[in-house]
């Protein structure tokens, strides 16, 4: 009895946390987004676009087959390292701004780490056709669960949950190698912004402020997830036969 009370606390605990995250989540997300759109009316030093920021930081970084593309969204950019691509939204890409530059330059980042074979980059995109796979395997689970089919009674529910485990552990693993990629990309990033001139002084702390708020919801999204990696572990404890 005692260790039921118990069990119910842990998932009890667990569940708060999960919805606690999703909250600051939330608050991290809007306050990204109020932080880009202040430094967003603020200009560069330098009165640099976005991709003229990121062809001198790749040319400074003695990279030259990288290409620069504008992509439609907001805060839609990315670099592909399949395709060695920096995309770049439309207000980043023609946006002559303090949050463009900080934007632009941590992108291209990424594509410097790329160049100089960063480990963490490496073995985060080593993990994206799994974290597909996976992030497809528990959909498709919890669907058939929703839904009552019987395809899922042809097996033990406790192996059902062992897969959704396994699954939510590659996709926490991938959040968690995320971090170092991200916060390493937002440092060179501030490192060559710096040694430019492009912000200096005020607007360097400014870029800095944008990156550190863009870097916590990365931070956010893998404490929830290592929270969720918790919650299916109990669930599969508890429901072993």
């Known amino acids: ?10 998932y009890s605990m667990l569940f708060i946390l999960l919805i606690g995250f999703m909250l600051v989540g939330f608050v991290v997300q ?21 991709k003229e920021i990121a062809e001198k930081m790749l040319h400074d970084s003695g990279i030259y087959d990288v290409t620069i593309q504008s992509v439609p969204g907001k805060l839609t950019d990315h670099y592909n390292p399949s395709d060695k691509t ?10 002559r701004s303090v ?44 669907l058939l669960m929703i839904f009552g089919a019987g395809m899922l009674k042809m097996f033990p529910l406790s192996t059902v949950f062992l ?3 396994v699954a939510q552990a590659i996709i926490t693993a991938f959040s968690l ?4 990629v991200e916060y390493d990309a937002s440092d060179r990033a501030l ?13 360097y702390e400014q870029a800095k402020d944008a990156l550190t708020w863009a870097g916590r919801t ?24």
Do not use: C
């Open 1 to 10: 009895m005692l260790f039921d009370i118990l069990a119910i606390n842990k």
């Open 30 to 50: 809007s306050r990204l987004k109020s932080k880009f759109k202040k430094y967003g009316a603020i200009p560069n030093a330098l009165g640099l676009s976005g």
């Open 86 to 95: 920096v995309n770049l939204s439309p207000e980043v890409f023609g946006g």
């Open 99 to 142: 949050s463009a530059a900080a934007v632009a330059a941590h992108e291209v980042g990424h594509a410097v780490q790329h160049a100089k074979a960063y480990r963490w980059l490496e073995f985060r995109s080593a993990m994206v056709p799994m974290v597909g796979i996976s992030s497809k395997a528990i959909n498709i689970i919890f």
């Open 163 to 165: 897969v959704v485990v």
């Open 177 to 180: 190698v995320t971090l170092p």
């Open 191 to 203: 490192v060559w912004l710096r040694s430019t001139g492009i912000t200096s002084g005020e607007k």
């Open 218 to 241: 990365y931070l956010v999204a893998a404490l929830a997830s290592l929270t969720t990696l918790a919650y299916y572990i109990l669930m599969f404890l508890g429901n072993r036969d």
